[in-house]
């Protein structure tokens, strides 16, 4: 049985009035990637905040890597990584120094950096561009960075919000064998995404609707509970539930 | 510790690669010394004038030369009459027309009442007003010569200039520029470039790794506050050798107070990128909100003495006034601290209260 890297209870997130995470449990087991998805509202970005430490919770429970994201959360952000939308990445500063960065900033050894650099470089067979500029790089190479810096420090869990915006589907498939490889490798990935093709690649999806957890399960089970085709038609049944519209 | 340093390299590496913005950083404070030391002056030469002067006696000739060998007017001569002056005025040929009356001399010596009549050009009531006094200053010269002459009882004035005696225009323009340029660099860059992490979506990754919030804000300072001190260095260099202001006071207590309002400054800078949302309201928000209060109230380039009441009150809130007033005293006074402790605890008690409500503003957005 696999341990439990994220293990939430009842978390809930008010704002004045507006609940945007109600009362929701689950859990993440080691190595698993786990979607998590949900339209455009329904409180994903406020559940994916508190579980990064960013956000203190109103009320309920929440285990990240084993800290408690009430008192722990400088070691939640230690043993995190984090892709964003964006990219995450420094347009004006090279590929070598982006990364040198980043394992700066996570407390790695010079020793440590250089070598993960090289190998990093090595594996995506960006040896001859370290010197240059990110900016120079195509888009589906500078998501494989990106989420190749996002796993740099080796870290536990990693959290991908939404990170394959705006690139073709062959990259994409490109990307999801990097996670593939990296929640072999035993890190756990905590994806949300709007593509639900992908939510196929993942172990387990939940969808929320409107702050709450509407369904967990794997993909087959989903597709088989709501008599649908494609997870795409799974969404869309649920979410169609939805009262609320935008974050 | 490390990730500080790691942090400040990358600011570095940012600012370097950013081949434009370091030009006018850099360029700057070279180009605006330059600007107001040589082609801005407050002081009006080589102005035209006309004199009409129908008597032409031996009185009015030695006046006629005392103007023609001012360096301030350049007397054009082919006016005779009033029709030609009023011509010459409207068509802003002359800015000035000295007009002596008939029978000057003999106005002169037999009723001790002659009459000279200046007529200025005030549709720049600066230049205007300039001229007359140009010109009353050397009538009075020719004044007290003809007086020391004939009067027993005169009274002498000896006139000091302290501190400027060449009234060079320098003097009051060198810590104005100081005050301007750390403005922009500290205040309206560091918003920029804390504000630029959260358009380019880096600030969120920021937020998640192991870096305090307060580390990311202070090493994006540190790197400004470095090119701010080269700036005033050379500045003060400019100043000295190539203007020839020189520096009177302490350089050492120059430079500390200079480092405070520095601190000032990117404190103002933190709290602008606190509130904004986008690069380009952080910059409206420094360039207008801040800059030009700072060029009006500081006391560079209008009085704030001639101020009303009311604006002299605003003045107080702008940091640059202090700053201003700190530097010619140490720069062009040569006052040492005790002169300036008042006016740089109030500096001190700024940044103190701009520091507190940043962090507070930061605190409050992060969770």
Same mark, same amino acid.
């Given at each position: ?247 | ?227 701010? @001190?080269?700036?005033?260095? #050379? *500045?003060? &260099? !400019? ?7 020189? /520096?009177?006071? +302490? ?94 605890? @109030?500096?001190?008690?700024? #940044? *103190?209260? &701009? !520091? ?7 605190? /409050?957005?992060? +969770?």
């Amino acid at each position: 049985m696999k341990a439990k890297v994220i293990e939430v209870k009842n978390l809930t997130k008010r704002f004045g009035d507006f609940t945007a995470v109600d009362h929701i449990s689950f859990d993440v087991k080691q190595g698993e990637i786990f979607g998590f998805l949900g339209a455009n509202g329904a409180g994903k970005t406020t559940a994916m905040r508190m579980l990064c430490g960013l956000s203190l919770p109103t009320s309920g429970e929440a285990l990240v890597a084993g800290f408690n994201v009430f008192t722990e959360t400088e070691s939640i952000k230690k043993s995190i990584g984090y892709m964003s939308q964006k990219f995450s990445l420094y347009e004006d500063l090279t590929i070598k120094e982006n990364m040198q960065f980043y394992g700066g900033i996570y407390g790695m050894t010079d020793i440590a950096i250089k070598e993960k650099t090289q190998f990093i470089l090595h594996h995506l067979h960006l040896e001859p561009e370290q010197n240059k500029l990110v900016k120079s790089l195509p888009l589906g190479w500078k998501q494989k960075l990106s989420f190749s810096i996002a796993v740099f420090h080796n870290p536990a869990i990693v959290f991908l919000d939404e990170p394959t915006g705006g690139v073709d589907p062959i990259t994409r498939r490109e990307f999801w064998e990097m996670i593939y490889q990296a929640a072999q490798d035993g890190t756990t990935v905590f994806v949300t995404t709007h593509y639900m093709d992908e939510a196929e690649y993942c172990d387990r999806v939940s969808i929320m609707v409107d702050g709450k957890i509407d369904a967990l399960d794997t993909p087959s089970a989903l597709k088989s509970s709501n008599n649908a085709e494609s997870m795409e038609e799974v969404f869309i049944a649920l979410a169609r539930k939805a009262t609320r519209s935008a974050d | 510790m490390e990730q500080f340093l790691v942090f400040v390299k990358k600011e570095c590496l940012h600012i370097l690669r950013d081949r434009r913005t370091l030009f006018i950083l850099f360029g700057m404070p070279i180009v605006q010394i330059v600007i107001f030391g040589f082609a801005l002056s407050n002081e009006v030469k080589n102005s035209t004038i006309a004199i009409l002067d129908p008597s032409k006696d031996a009185a009015s000739l030695q006046l006629t030369e005392r103007f023609e060998a001012s360096k301030y007017f350049d007397i054009q001569k082919n006016l005779n009459t009033i029709g030609d002056i009023e011509k010459s005025f409207r068509e802003g040929k002359i800015k000035m027309a000295i007009v002596f009356p008939e029978n000057f001399r003999e106005d002169l010596l037999h009723t001790n009442k002659a009459q000279i009549q200046f007529i200025s050009d005030a549709s720049d009531p600066n230049i205007g007003t300039t001229l007359i006094n140009y010109a009353n200053a050397i009538l009075g010269d020719y004044q007290n010569e003809l007086s020391g002459q004939n009067l027993p009882y005169t009274i002498k004035t000896e006139v000091r200039m302290l501190y400027n005696p060449q009234l060079k225009a320098a003097f009051n323009f060198v810590p104005g520029v100081m005050a301007m340029v750390l403005m922009l660099v500290c205040t309206m860059m560091t918003s920029i470039s804390i504000v630029k992490e959260k358009e380019m979506g880096t600030m969120e990754v920021l937020l998640v790794s192991p870096l305090r919030p307060i580390l990311m804000v202070v090493s994006k300072a540190i790197p400004y506050l470095f090119l701010s @001190i080269i700036n005033i260095s #050379t *500045i003060l &260099l !400019l100043s000295v050798y190539v203007l020839e202001v020189p /520096i009177q006071g +302490s350089l050492f207590l120059l430079m500390a107070e200079s480092t405070l309002f520095i601190i000032t400054s990117l404190a103002l800078g933190l709290l602008i990128s606190a509130g904004a949302a986008s690069q380009q309201t952080a910059m409206f928000i420094s360039l207008v909100g801040l800059f030009m209060p700072t060029l009006v109230f500081s006391g560079f380039m209008f009085p704030i003495d001639n101020m009303p009441i009311p604006l002299q009150v605003i003045s107080n809130v702008v940091p640059a006034k202090w700053f201003f007033y700190i530097v010619k005293s140490i720069m062009i006074k040569g006052l040492g601290f005790k002169a300036i402790w008042k006016e740089t605890l @109030i500096l001190f008690g700024m #940044t *103190i209260f &701009l !520091l507190a409500i940043s962090i507070k503003k930061f605190k /409050i957005r992060l +969770s």
